[in-house]
């Protein structure tokens, strides 16, 4: 499995509750400019609409070769394809106050491109702090431990 693009922020600003794996739908152009790299997720955010999953504003870099009738379309929504029972799960989690669903990366899965999105909360600032502290604080034990083992 490779990553082709991820959304770091998401894990500094939201708190993880479940993760999902989802195809999604792509044109031919788009599938080419993912699997290069020219993919961002930053922005990305999927709505729930009609018992389906959408992925908006997800940017896809245009490909050289694409028609020319559809250029200006590289924040299109997409269609993600999950089963009866995700979208289900999905669809409770967000009837929670305070829940929402972000993309955490794009990647190949058997040669196809996968989208892994999480149900999440939104973290508050002190709670990003405290985070941001926790993984210092180990950091440090860790680069301690090393030094100690090859003295």
């Known amino acids: 499995m490779s990553t082709l693009a991820s959304n770091k922020h998401a894990y500094h600003d939201y708190e993880v509750l479940e993760e999902f794996e989802a195809g999604i739908a792509l044109r031919g152009w788009e599938v080419k400019s993912v699997k290069n790299g020219l ?88 709670d990003k702090r405290a985070k941001l502290k926790e993984q210092d604080q180990k950091r440090a034990l860790e680069r301690d431990i090393k030094q100690f083992h090859l003295k």
């Open 39 to 126: 993919a961002s997720l930053k922005e990305g955010h999927v709505t729930l609409r009609g018992g389906e999953a959408f992925l908006l504003n997800a940017y896809i870099n245009p490909w050289p070769g694409m028609p020319t009738e559809e250029r200006g379309q590289e924040l299109r929504e997409r269609k993600l394809l999950l089963n009866h029972l995700e979208l289900n799960k999905l669809q409770k989690g967000m009837s929670i106050r305070g829940n929402t669903l972000v993309p955490l990366d794009m990647h190949l899965f058997r040669n196809k491109v996968k989208l892994k999105l999480a149900l999440v909360r939104g973290r508050k600032r002190y």
